[in-house]
């Protein structure tokens, strides 16, 4: 997870102690373990506030469904149960005039050989008053996935290569930006000036490689496939 901070950090520029104040619920039985986390800035919004207390809720009860399945299954089959888990952790990436851009880093557990981190991103527009997918503030998938193709790949394969001794990954892919986590950040708190690109594992390397994150500044041709009604709220940057 610590790379997830880490590329959240990098679109914000430096932490805020306020962006550090958090909403968080905990919970600890015999048949799984919790925890869920959004920052004070979210739960501030009335609307978004019961966003994430219903997510929140829904994934509970269903990791506690879970839970108890998996410790019955396991008591009658006589192997040891081992506690179904699941954390998921908001945080702030900017907060702009017109949006709240969060960040989300989930790991849940439900035995096998290892868990399953996964990364989440979500946008609060303050002028609508509605969540939005970062995906959804741009025109269609095909033409972010244009805009920022060549950058995006060019910058995958070198950190690929950095992490795995000269080698591109074992997958050797540059995945579509469908499959991709995407985060709305800024370096002024103003506009949207960049935005990050997240590929959880499986998705541009193998589990042992973890995640990679990639982080583009805003082009010409990036604010050109962002929705007309949104543009405002950006800025080219370089």
């Not at 503030?137 to 394969?157: E, G, H, I, N």
């Not at 469908?178 to 960049?194: F, Q």
Request: with cysteine; charged share 25%.
């Amino acid at each position: 997870m610590m790379r997830k901070v880490m590329i959240a950090l990098a679109l914000i520029g430096a932490a805020s102690p306020a962006l550090a104040q958090v909403v968080e619920r905990k919970a600890k039985t015999a048949d799984y373990e919790f925890g869920y986390a959004y920052p004070a800035a979210a739960a501030r919004i009335a609307g978004l506030k019961a966003w994430l207390d219903a997510d929140r809720a829904r994934i509970q009860a269903k990791t506690a469904h879970d839970g108890a399945a998996g410790r019955r299954d396991a008591k009658a089959s006589g192997y040891p149960y081992h506690r179904y888990s699941f954390d998921k952790t908001w945080k702030v990436v900017t907060d702009t005039p017109r949006f709240l851009s969060l960040s989300g880093d989930s790991y849940s557990f439900t035995g096998g050989a290892h868990g399953s981190p996964a990364s989440h991103g979500l946008v609060w527009d303050k002028v609508a008053g509605r969540r939005l997918d970062p995906k959804a503030v741009f025109a269609s998938l095909p033409a972010l996935q244009t805009a920022t193709r060549s950058d995006y790949c060019a910058k995958l394969k070198a950190e690929q290569r950095r992490r795995n001794q000269g080698d591109v990954s074992s997958m050797n892919v540059c995945p579509p930006v469908k499959d991709l986590t995407v985060l709305l950040g800024s370096t002024n708190g103003r506009a949207i000036d960049r935005i990050g690109l997240i590929a959880d594992p499986y998705v541009a390397g193998s589990y042992a490689e973890g995640s990679y994150e990639v982080t583009l500044p805003v082009t010409r041709a990036i604010l050109g496939a962002v929705k007309p009604e949104y543009r405002g709220a950006f800025a080219v940057r370089g």
